[in-house]
């Protein structure tokens, strides 16, 4: 047998404080370089492998972030040059309304991904058990947070702000410091919500989710009481110059000299206003620059105020949180579980139990339900707003159809993001279900069925409060819940079924599950489907509606367009749709099924 | 070497670990025995600072753990029962990345690390990714790489969990030689026979405290069993009949620190 020859230890010293010369605390330089130089490598093997296994899923992420970005850039085209002869108060106001809400926001973002990153990843129990400096590794987390929050603003702000130098015919060095501009502004509430995160841990260990529940709550309710209030009037006064008046007057709170948001707006239009610096020190460049350094200041200051707390409170935030007992779980919910288990035939208990169990882990992942509320609340808050305007009957049929195919996208993100890998997910538990007496094919249909009854109830209770806002009749209503049923059996078909046919049994991440090639595929399915769904319904629908089909039957277009028009082509539309959702439903769960049941573990 | 001084750790109104006094010097094998839920794991974090104490104090070459970690660190290698790597890391750049953060010159480097990978046997994997790693594979980086900086006190958590036999030979050879000359290791482990093969001495934890130190030998005779094997004694010392009507030996020593 192999005796390995192992080296002997080499002079280690017995006494404190001297340690041998093969080891030495790493200099603050030597550490920076060491952990931003691990982050590079990282980053670099990350962008390797997507290039090697993920190019259909890159493709797709650069050329929609690409149409996407052209598509904003158009929108805030038109509308800053609609806005260009009332430009100063209105774009002031709206700059900073928009970066004040974002920069509350990129705060409690922040927050959120710090404490993941500083507290719950495998890296920071490494880190904490090498000599590393905590604020080390406070500001290696929080390139990630940083990074992973700021894109967004990036990608939604970007087309804006290029948008308004173009119509403003800024400077050439308006478009060199926009990045600067927006790196140096997202530093501040970034660093922020990284300071509110370990002072919450470390302060209120105990309390600590709940205080962050409520503040962002709290926030979150003044930020929707003081949107309301701006939009909020009677509706034969929206849109009026007195409206309007009284809509920009209420977002003149967010003009605040002492908010980073203010020095960020004032600073792009200074430097978008086209004066220079040759015709004298108020020359607008300078100007811009001054807030530029102003952003910068503040920015590098909070690092060096976070440094120093992380330094003190970091490591006693680690202990204390991993010391937190469990709350035990409330078993209010269980007669719920227990009811579904029981009812119905003995035939079907298994598939109910599945269904109670997804049910249970779904509920008990925050992850999931947490994102769940939040873009299905932001629909409702939008829809329920949707009566501040009016409308006339075919634009609002339109608008109608248009909400549907946002509460249909919606859908498909939570059904690629977490119905896609429920089958990949039961790989580690693989070994359970092939030992109980449960058909494969019940374990399919069972995440099927949850996914399917679970996202009908909210969508179509959406989709009924959109039509209801804007004041639909009820037949088109009909055809909206049809479509919506339609939406919901499809992609939970598409979801659930290529999941089983593209299974990764060995993966345990559902982000990576999801962003892998099947993943990638089931959410182009997805958009596919609910735009053949919405276009097949709403085109006749829209025609016979328009003047074209309601109000000439007699003088009807006797070719194509007009029997699309008439009550006939509206039939044949939904007629169409469902052959289409049973289609999209039954052919990838036929295909999955075939697969899943020959599947080896 | 391994100080612990009247240490507490609790969580919330529960006690994990209570009032636990150990001294280990240099050059020896201490394993940390216990039912699950006895503390063992708590003791551990508190030793490489993931955890710190209620009361009391942890110090290892004479550096305590709450005050000065980071010169603690510099003389502790760590095997945590739950290897995680960076996936996107190959296991030499990893050994690289963990030599830098001990200060390690280059050229020490470099040769410690050609060193580990041949003791360890990775030389076939070294250079792959570690998300590609096996629990057995991970297990031997992570091992590697808590002796590159030559610590004095190495601390394991569950060490032989996913090794092949040849592994665990490998671990074991290394483990005498390394102890042989004075390395303090510190180690939990659920493995009596390898407890029994290896230790110099056993402390026995339950509920939180220590109910015996010191050696098999001694334990044998206090519980006056002569010919009986560890796993025999510790089942014995840990039935609930035992624990439930208190230790039937005398207590364990409180090492004065």
Same mark, same amino acid.
């Given at each position: 047998?192999?005796?390995?020859?192992?080296?002997?230890?080499?002079?280690?010293?017995?006494?404190?404080?001297?340690?041998?010369?093969?080891?030495?605390?790493?200099?603050?330089?030597?550490?920076?370089?060491?952990?931003?130089?691990?982050?590079?490598?990282?980053?670099?093997?990350?962008?390797?492998?997507?290039?090697?296994? +993920?190019?259909?899923?890159?493709?797709?992420?650069?050329?929609?972030?690409?149409?996407?970005?052209?598509?904003?850039?158009?929108?805030?085209?038109?509308?800053?040059?609609?806005?260009?002869?009332?430009?100063?108060?209105?774009?002031?106001?709206?700059?900073?309304?928009?970066?004040?809400?974002?920069?509350?926001?990129?705060?409690?973002?922040?927050?959120?991904?710090?404490?993941?990153?500083?507290?719950?990843?495998?890296?920071?129990?490494?880190?904490?058990?090498?000599? +590393?400096?905590?604020?080390?590794?406070?500001?290696?987390?929080?390139?990630?947070?940083?990074?992973?929050?700021? *894109?967004?603003?990036?990608?939604?702000?970007?087309?804006?702000?290029?948008?308004?130098?173009?119509?403003?015919?800024?400077?050439?060095?308006?478009?060199?410091?926009?990045?600067?501009?927006?790196?140096?502004?997202?530093? !501040?509430?970034?660093?922020?919500?990284?300071?509110?995160?370990?002072?919450?841990?470390?302060?209120?260990?105990?309390?600590?989710?709940?205080?962050?529940?409520?503040? !962002?709550?709290?926030?979150?309710?003044?930020?929707?009481?003081?949107?309301?209030?701006?939009?909020?009037?009677?509706?034969?006064?929206?849109?009026?110059?007195? /409206?309007?008046?009284?809509?920009?007057?209420?977002?003149?709170?967010?003009?605040?000299?002492?908010?980073?948001? *203010?020095?960020?707006?004032?600073?792009?239009?200074?430097?978008?206003?086209?004066?220079?610096?040759?015709?004298?020190?108020?020359?607008?460049?300078?100007?811009?620059?001054?807030?530029? +350094?102003?952003?910068?200041?503040?920015?590098?200051?909070?690092?060096?105020?976070?440094?120093?707390?992380?330094?003190? !409170?970091?490591?006693?935030?680690?202990?204390?949180?991993?010391?937190?007992?469990?709350?035990?779980?409330?078993?209010?919910?269980?007669?719920?579980?227990?009811?579904?288990?029981?009812?119905?035939?003995?035939?079907?208990?298994?598939?109910?139990?599945?269904?109670?169990?997804?049910?249970?882990?779904?509920?008990?992942?925050?992850?999931?339900?947490?994102?769940?509320?939040?873009?299905?609340?932001?629909?409702?808050?939008?829809?329920?707003?949707?009566?501040?305007?009016?409308?006339?009957?075919?634009?609002?049929?339109?608008?109608?159809?248009?909400?549907?195919?946002?509460?249909?996208?919606?859908?498909?993100?939570?059904?690629?993001?977490?119905?896609?890998?429920?089958?990949?997910?039961?790989?580690?538990?693989? *070994?359970?279900?092939?030992?109980?007496?449960?058909?494969?094919?019940?374990?399919? /249909?069972?995440?099927?069925?949850?996914?399917?009854?679970?996202?009908?109830?909210?969508?179509?209770?959406?989709?009924?409060?959109?039509?209801?806002?804007?004041?639909?009749? /009820?037949?088109?209503?009909? !055809?909206?819940?049809?479509?919506?049923?339609?939406?919901?059996?499809?992609?939970?078909?598409?979801?659930?079924?290529?999941?089983?046919?593209?299974?990764?049994?060995?993966?345990?991440?559902?982000?990576?599950?999801?962003?892998?090639?099947?993943?990638?595929?089931?959410?182009?399915?997805?958009?596919?489907?609910?735009?053949?769904?919405?276009?097949?319904?709403?085109?006749?629908?829209?025609?016979?509606?328009?003047?074209?089909?309601? +109000?000439?039957?007699?003088?009807?277009?006797?070719?194509?367009?007009?029997?699309?028009?008439?009550?006939?082509?509206?039939?044949?539309?939904?007629?169409?749709?469902?052959?289409?959702?049973?289609?999209?439903?039954?052919?990838?769960?036929?295909?999955?099924?075939?697969?899943?049941?020959?599947?080896?573990? | 070497?391994?100080?612990?001084?009247?240490?507490?750790?609790?969580?919330?109104?529960?006690?994990?670990?209570?009032?636990?006094?150990?001294?280990?010097?240099?050059?020896?094998?201490?394993?940390?025995?216990?039912?699950?839920?006895?503390? @063992?794991?708590?003791?551990?974090?508190?030793?490489?600072?993931?955890?710190?104490?209620?009361?009391?104090?942890?110090?290892?070459?004479?550096?305590?753990?709450? @005050?000065?970690?980071?010169?603690?660190?510099?003389?502790?290698?760590?095997?945590?029962?739950?290897?995680?790597?960076?996936? @996107?890391?190959?296991?030499?750049?990893?050994?690289?990345?963990?030599?830098?953060?001990?200060?390690?010159?280059?050229?020490?480097?470099?040769?410690?690390?050609?060193?580990?990978?041949?003791?360890?046997?990775?030389?076939?994997?070294?250079?792959?990714?570690?998300?590609?790693?096996?629990?057995?594979?991970?297990?031997?980086?992570?091992?590697?790489?808590?002796?590159?900086?030559?610590?004095?006190?190495?601390?394991?958590?569950?060490?032989?969990?996913?090794?092949?036999?040849?592994?665990?030979?490998?671990?074991?050879?290394?483990?005498?030689?390394?102890?042989?000359?004075?390395?303090?290791?510190?180690?939990?482990?659920?493995?009596?026979?390898?407890?029994?093969?290896?230790?110099?001495?056993?402390?026995?934890?339950?509920?939180?405290?220590?109910?015996?130190?010191?050696?098999?030998?001694?334990?044998?005779?206090?519980?006056?069993?002569?010919?009986?094997?560890?796993?025999?004694?510790?089942?014995?010392?840990?039935?609930?009949?035992?624990?439930?009507?208190?230790?039937?030996?005398?207590?364990?020593?409180?090492?004065?620190?």
């Amino acid at each position: 047998m192999h005796s390995p020859s192992i080296t002997p230890v080499a002079t280690t010293s017995s006494v404190a404080g001297t340690p041998p010369a093969s080891r030495r605390l790493p200099s603050v330089e030597a550490e920076s370089r060491l952990l931003f130089g691990l982050r590079a490598r990282l980053a670099l093997a990350a962008l390797k492998t997507m290039l090697a296994q +993920a190019r259909l899923r890159l493709t797709l992420v650069i050329l929609l972030s690409a149409l996407f970005w052209g598509s904003l850039y158009g929108l805030f085209y038109e509308g800053f040059a609609f806005l260009n002869s009332l430009h100063a108060e209105i774009i002031s106001l709206l700059f900073n309304g928009f970066f004040s809400s974002l920069l509350l926001m990129l705060v409690f973002s922040n927050a959120i991904l710090m404490y993941s990153g500083l507290y719950c990843s495998p890296e920071s129990r490494l880190l904490i058990t090498l000599p +590393a400096r905590p604020e080390a590794v406070f500001f290696h987390k929080f390139q990630e947070s940083f990074w992973f929050s700021s *894109w967004g603003f990036i990608l939604l702000g970007s087309p804006m702000l290029v948008a308004y130098g173009v119509v403003r015919n800024a400077p050439w060095t308006y478009f060199l410091l926009l990045l600067p501009f927006m790196v140096a502004f997202v530093v !501040i509430p970034a660093t922020l919500g990284g300071m509110l995160c370990m002072a919450t841990v470390a302060c209120v260990p105990r309390l600590r989710m709940h205080a962050l529940a409520i503040a !962002i709550t709290a926030s979150t309710a003044g930020a929707i009481w003081l949107g309301w209030t701006a939009l909020a009037s009677a509706r034969a006064d929206s849109l009026s110059p007195i /409206w309007f008046e009284q809509t920009m007057s209420r977002l003149a709170i967010t003009e605040q000299k002492f908010f980073p948001s *203010w020095w960020l707006a004032s600073g792009l239009i200074e430097s978008a206003s086209g004066k220079t610096a040759l015709e004298g020190e108020s020359g607008a460049l300078m100007e811009s620059l001054r807030f530029l +350094a102003l952003l910068a200041s503040n920015g590098l200051m909070l690092q060096l105020l976070a440094g120093w707390l992380a330094a003190r !409170i970091y490591r006693l935030g680690f202990s204390q949180l991993s010391a937190e007992v469990t709350a035990r779980r409330p078993l209010r919910i269980s007669w719920f579980d227990r009811m579904l288990t029981q009812a119905g035939t003995a035939a079907g208990r298994p598939l109910r139990i599945l269904i109670v169990k997804d049910l249970r882990l779904f509920r008990r992942d925050i992850a999931q339900w947490s994102q769940f509320v939040i873009f299905f609340g932001l629909l409702g808050l939008y829809f329920l707003n949707i009566r501040s305007f009016t409308y006339n009957n075919s634009y609002a049929t339109m608008i109608g159809f248009l909400n549907l195919a946002v509460v249909g996208l919606i859908l498909s993100t939570f059904t690629t993001r977490f119905v896609f890998p429920m089958i990949s997910l039961e790989g580690r538990r693989f *070994w359970i279900l092939n030992l109980l007496p449960v058909h494969r094919d019940q374990i399919v /249909w069972s995440k099927f069925l949850f996914s399917c009854v679970g996202g009908t109830l909210p969508c179509c209770g959406l989709v009924l409060l959109s039509d209801m806002m804007l004041g639909i009749r /009820w037949p088109v209503v009909a !055809i909206h819940e049809i479509c919506c049923l339609v939406l919901c059996m499809g992609l939970s078909g598409i979801a659930v079924g290529m999941g089983a046919l593209l299974p990764d049994l060995r993966e345990t991440s559902p982000s990576k599950i999801s962003s892998g090639f099947g993943g990638t595929l089931a959410l182009v399915l997805s958009s596919l489907f609910i735009m053949a769904v919405v276009l097949l319904a709403a085109v006749p629908t829209h025609l016979y509606l328009s003047e074209l089909g309601a +109000a000439t039957e007699g003088t009807r277009r006797s070719d194509l367009v007009g029997w699309a028009g008439s009550l006939e082509g509206v039939w044949a539309g939904v007629a169409a749709v469902v052959v289409l959702g049973l289609v999209a439903t039954l052919l990838p769960l036929f295909l999955g099924l075939r697969h899943f049941r020959h599947l080896e573990a | 070497m391994i100080e612990f001084a009247d240490v507490t750790r609790n969580y919330g109104p529960k006690t994990a670990v209570s009032g636990f006094s150990l001294a280990i010097p240099s050059g020896e094998l201490f394993a940390l025995l216990g039912p699950n839920g006895a503390g @063992k794991t708590t003791t551990i974090k508190m030793l490489v600072c993931l955890l710190r104490p209620s009361r009391g104090a942890v110090r290892v070459c004479g550096f305590d753990m709450v @005050k000065d970690p980071r010169n603690a660190h510099l003389h502790i290698g760590y095997v945590p029962d739950d290897p995680n790597l960076y996936d @996107k890391l190959t296991g030499r750049e990893f050994l690289w990345f963990i030599a830098e953060m001990f200060g390690m010159q280059q050229q020490h480097a470099m040769q410690r690390i050609g060193e580990v990978i041949d003791n360890f046997e990775l030389a076939d994997f070294a250079d792959d990714l570690t998300e590609s790693y096996s629990l057995g594979m991970k297990q031997r980086l992570v091992f590697a790489s808590s002796l590159l900086h030559d610590p004095d006190v190495l601390v394991l958590d569950e060490p032989m969990v996913g090794l092949d036999p040849r592994s665990v030979r490998i671990v074991k050879d290394l483990l005498r030689k390394l102890t042989h000359q004075g390395m303090t290791v510190f180690m939990s482990t659920h493995t009596l026979a390898m407890a029994e093969e290896m230790a110099d001495r056993v402390g026995i934890m339950v509920r939180g405290q220590l109910r015996f130190l010191g050696t098999v030998e001694e334990l044998r005779q206090q519980m006056d069993k002569q010919a009986t094997n560890l796993e025999q004694l510790y089942l014995e010392l840990t039935a609930p009949q035992a624990m439930a009507t208190g230790p039937t030996l005398s207590p364990a020593r409180p090492d004065a620190p």
